[in-house]
């Protein structure tokens, strides 16, 4: 073996790149398994792409050539032209002579092409692994099942999904964030739309952390949750058949009942098909949900999520992301930094983690059948994504990951239902425990309410749920109330009041209240109320 290898470098030590390219694709067009192409010489292809400088028509067209076949497309060209082909697109590629690019253009099934400028950016950066990903999304969004009939028929049925999703989202509403678009993701009826061209795949974003009032750094540094929870409209294959649209069902003009919903039409009131298949939101990433979340999703469109799709484990092993093969037998700490150098440190007990009620799936895609059912479908998956945004906020590295960091406050994560759960920690104006519960109703209705010997303040547990509310973080409410208890323990006391009623004195004065940034921000409970003053201060 050794020897023949070495006849191998000899003889094709004085080759040039262009003959080995040529050689590799010659041995990668006569396969022995004519069913797929011989994967070490895929492999080899790959890499030599990889390392060549794209710098002539030719490097350019053996680029995209590779490319068109990772996605599983076809590849063609003429002098200067290559084609991307897939059953109901392709990608047309104008070349220039020194390997540049002159234009993108995106052709769907029956329409003229139209030029693409963020294909034609991406190759012209040369930023071939974003271009990839971003055709991807593109060839899996036009990638339908079933026979040439069936494919068409599927493929004009979501464009009608599309376009009825669009007008939803145009009904009037009350805004409930500053930020426009933030409150379109997380309050619109519809979401977020993103898409609608020919080079994009219909996306819908529906949950994002709120950002009113609030800087990109401080929402880093507090483990503000940041992630923009999304899904791609697409279909699938069903075991049942299902009836799809195959025209609007809105009435024209569109309209709202009187509980502010779309009204729609039925299935017997306009053109439709009976098809082996069904509209599918692809979530981005997936979102783990426990059984009664699961269930839930199943009673808004009776099709049922299929068993072999779910996995099921202890809920913070998927929020984390571990080995799903992992056996948690030890309490898991996680160690959260905060600004200024100090930290808090979490504990999540195996034992009530494990519970059934606290075992979960990861949900990587939602099938329905009808537009009506996705204003429902987001407000769960909100609900959903806001419980698992708060219980990563207090999920850091695991151990002592944050080393740097000094502790200042340790912490215990109890659930208390599949919507609730409780933060126990040591009071600093006292020698006793307390508790926070936090309860979840929906993704606008987060509530805090702390348990303790001798707390009563009402006013303070709606300041809590203001600030959990608005940055969707435990880390930075208990930094909060940490420091809010301190200020109880060292201001004076009126006559015949005990430490933690002092909240109550004098309510037209400015209480102090610690921001994540350790300093003390003013807030007037009597003149705005604990929404505005939280609104007013400076985190």
């Known amino acids: 073996m050794e020897s023949k290898i ?23 067009d006569k396969p022995k398994d004519k069913s797929q192409p011989c994967k070490p010489l895929v492999s080899s292809l790959e890499r030599l792409q990889e390392v060549f400088n794209v710098s002539s028509m030719r490097t350019m067209r053996s680029r995209l050539e590779m490319i068109a076949k990772q996605q599983g497309m076809g590849f063609h060209l003429t002098e200067a032209t290559c084609y ?37 950016q991406l190759l012209r950066s040369k930023d071939f692994d974003e271009f990839s990903v971003k055709l991807a999304g593109l060839f899996t969004q036009y990638n339908i099942p079933g026979d040439d009939e069936t494919r068409l028929k599927l493929f004009s049925s979501m464009q009608w999904l599309w376009r009825d999703l669009q007008q939803i989202s145009q009904l009037p509403s009350v805004p409930k964030d500053s930020d426009p678009r933030v409150d379109m993701i997380n309050h619109g009826r519809s979401g977020c739309l993103i898409a609608g061209q020919e080079d994009c795949p219909m996306t819908i974003q529906f949950h994002t952390a709120p950002t009113d009032g609030t800087k990109a750094s401080d929402r880093q540094t507090a483990a503000a949750e940041t992630l923009v929870q999304a899904a791609r409209v697409t279909v699938g294959v069903s075991d049942a058949a299902h009836r799809l649209q195959m025209a609007s069902l809105l009435p024209q003009p569109p309209q709202l009942d009187p509980q502010g919903h779309p009204v729609f039409l039925s299935f017997a009131e306009a053109p439709h098909e009976t098809l082996p298949a069904c509209f599918l939101l692809k979530l981005q990433p997936a979102v783990p949900m426990t059984l009664s979340f699961v269930n839930g999703l199943r009673q808004i469109t009776d099709v049922p999520i299929p068993d072999v799709d779910l996995q099921w484990a202890p809920l913070p092993k998927l929020l984390t ?33 494990e519970e059934p009620a606290q075992r979960a799936a990861a949900v990587h895609s939602v099938p329905f059948t009808h537009p009506a059912h996705v204003p429902a479908l987001l407000q769960l998956l909100r609900h959903r ?61 987060i509530t805090c309410t702390l ?64 921001d994540p940034n350790g300093a003390l921000a003013a807030h007037s409970q009597s003149a705005t109320g604990p929404e505005e003053g939280c609104a007013a201060a400076e985190f």
Request: proline share 7%; charged share 20%.
């Open 385 to 445: 994504s806001a419980i698992n945004a708060l219980l990563r906020s207090c999920m850091g590295p695991p151990g002592d990951a944050a080393a740097g960091s000094f502790c200042g406050l340790h912490l215990e994560v109890l659930p208390e239902s599949e919507t609730s759960f409780s933060v126990t920690f040591q009071r600093p104006d006292a020698d006793s425990l307390a508790v926070l519960l936090v309860n979840v109703r929906d993704s606008n209705q």
């Open 84 to 120: 991307l082909t897939a059953e109901l697109f392709y990608l047309e590629v104008v070349l220039l002579p020194y390997g540049g690019v002159e234009e993108v253009k995106v052709a769907p099934h029956g329409k003229s092409p139209v030029p693409s400028e963020s294909f034609l």
């Open 321 to 353: 992301g571990r080995s799903l093969g992992s056996v948690d037998e030890q309490d898991t700490i996680y160690t959260v930094p905060l600004p200024g150098g100090a930290a808090q440190r979490y504990v999540l007990l195996a034992a009530a983690w």
């Open 6 to 28: 070495s006849k191998l470098h000899l003889k094709f030590a004085e080759k040039t790149w262009h003959e080995t390219f040529q050689l590799v694709r010659r041995c990668m």
């Open 451 to 514: 348990f303790g010997s001798g707390i009563v303040d009402p006013s303070l547990d709606e300041y809590l749920s203001c600030v959990m509310r608005r940055f969707m973080s435990v880390p930075v409410t208990l930094k909060t109330l940490h420091g809010k208890l301190e200020e109880f323990s060292s201001a004076p006391l009126s006559p015949g009041r005990p430490p933690t009623a002092e909240a109550d004195n004098d309510h037209s004065s400015a209480a102090a209240v610690t």
